[in-house]
Structure formats: C-alpha cells, structure tokens
C-alpha cells in the first residue's frame, strides 16, 4: 500500500492528508489518544477520515500522557495552565510534550511496516521549529535513519518519513487549505479543549493569524476573535 499519515485533527495534518488523497496515494490514517487535555480533536479526527473514507486507527496510550505529567505540560496536565498569546512567545514552551513525536512517528512506522506501506506522514511545519526540537528536520532525519536501521530485512528499503510541510508556514497552509477546499470547520485546533475554539490560546492565535495572512475565510467558531490581534502585534 502507500503510507500512514498521522493525523491529529488539526488543521495542518488535515490540510496533509487531503494533499495525500488529492495526489492520489493510498492512504490509512492513524491518530493518538495520549491523554491530551484537546481530546476534542479525535471527535474531529474521526468525522475527517469518515468523510474521506479512509482507514482509521486511533492508538490509546493514555497512560503515556499520566506518567510525563511532571513535565507540566499544558497538554496532559490537567492543573497546569494553558498559556495565551502569540504560539512563537517563551510561554508556549509550557506546551511540549516530551518525546511526543518520536513516540507517534516510532508507532505510526510500526504500522506501516506490518501493513507493508512505504512511508509514514506527519504535518509539522517551520513554525514548529522555534519551539518544539521533534519537529526540526534534523530530527526527522535522525529519526527515520533509526527506523530503517531498527527495522532492517523488514521495512521497506525505501522507507520514509515524509513531512512536506516542513518549511512551510501556518499561513501556507492556510493558504493549502483553502485550494484543496479543506472542510477547515470539522478541524479542531484549541489546545484548551472547550466546545469552541478559545480563541486566545498559542494554537488559536497562530491559527487565526494564518488564515488572516492567507487571506482565506475561517469558518472556525472562536469564543474570542480579536485577542490574537494584540498577542500578533506584542511579538
């Protein structure tokens, strides 16, 4: 078969997957219940590939989030605080998960070397790279060489990691979105997991300033639309 693409809910892994479906690649999707505080994003995640009609695998480790909840993230500790402003702000380190990508990329491969696919997708982009380390390319890189290397005589030789949004920013993708027509109302963001998109949050903010940038119509419910304008302008 083709590949596995990781997708979160997101915007950015929808925006991926719907590149992959439009080129015409065969595809099954593979999501992760970590014990991220923005669950909500599965619900999104699952009514996405529904609508698509693609394969659906949500892996439940949970237990991962409860054990790194020292860390203080934002995202698996339910006592710490979600922080507000613009996503590139020193604040937003609070937001990393420890070791999250290589725990996805490493399980996502898992699949794609037992179902014989050829590549594992995953839609991290250059505005990741300020802040979170597993999403550079040198990681990537590094990654996917220990994948072959771990799995060789078993693995596609030509096996990869493929990440085409890697120097791409938020507000490309906006952009991407609104040329593959994107359903950007069924995607979930809000790293505070409420019933609407805050708003006012790192993923909220960087979300609303792509699409302003873009210059492509958000449909996205926000609770409040007009805090990211202060948070874009104090950077």
């Given at each position: 078969m083709g590949g596995i693409a990781i997708v979160s809910g997101g915007l950015d892994s929808t925006t991926m997957l719907y590149d992959l479906v439009n080129s015409g690649t065969d595809v099954d999707v593979v999501s992760f219940n970590y014990g991220q505080?923005?669950?909500?994003?599965?619900?999104?995640?699952?009514?996405?590939?529904?609508?698509?009609?693609?394969?659906h695998l949500i892996i439940d480790i949970p237990s991962y989030g409860r054990s790194i909840v020292s860390s203080a993230s934002s995202l698996v500790d339910p006592n710490a605080e979600v922080p507000e402003g613009s996503y590139d702000a020193e604040s937003m380190k609070a937001t990393v998960v420890p070791n999250r990508n290589m725990v996805m990329i490493a399980m996502?491969?898992?699949?794609?070397?037992?179902?014989?696919?050829?590549?594992v997708a995953t839609a991290v982009h250059a505005g990741d790279h300020a802040i979170y380390p597993d999403c550079r390319p040198e990681f990537i890189r590094s990654l996917e060489t220990a994948i072959k290397i771990g799995n060789e005589g078993f693995i596609d030789p030509g096996f990869e990691i493929r990440t085409p949004y890697i120097y791409r920013t938020k507000a490309d993708i906006a952009r991407r979105a609104g040329e593959l027509r994107v359903p950007v109302d069924l995607t979930w963001s809000c790293?505070?997991?409420?019933?609407?998109?805050?708003?006012?949050?790192?993923?909220?903010?960087?979300?609303?300033e792509a699409f302003h940038e873009a210059d492509v119509f958000d449909p996205t419910v926000y609770m409040d639309t007009e805090f990211w304008k202060t948070a874009v302008a104090a950077k």
């Open positions: 505080r923005h669950i909500r994003e599965l619900i999104q995640a699952r009514a996405i590939t529904s609508a698509l009609r693609l394969h996502a491969s898992g699949v794609a070397i037992s179902t014989k696919a050829q590549f790293y505070k997991g409420g019933t609407s998109h805050c708003g006012r949050c790192g993923t909220c903010v960087e979300r609303l």
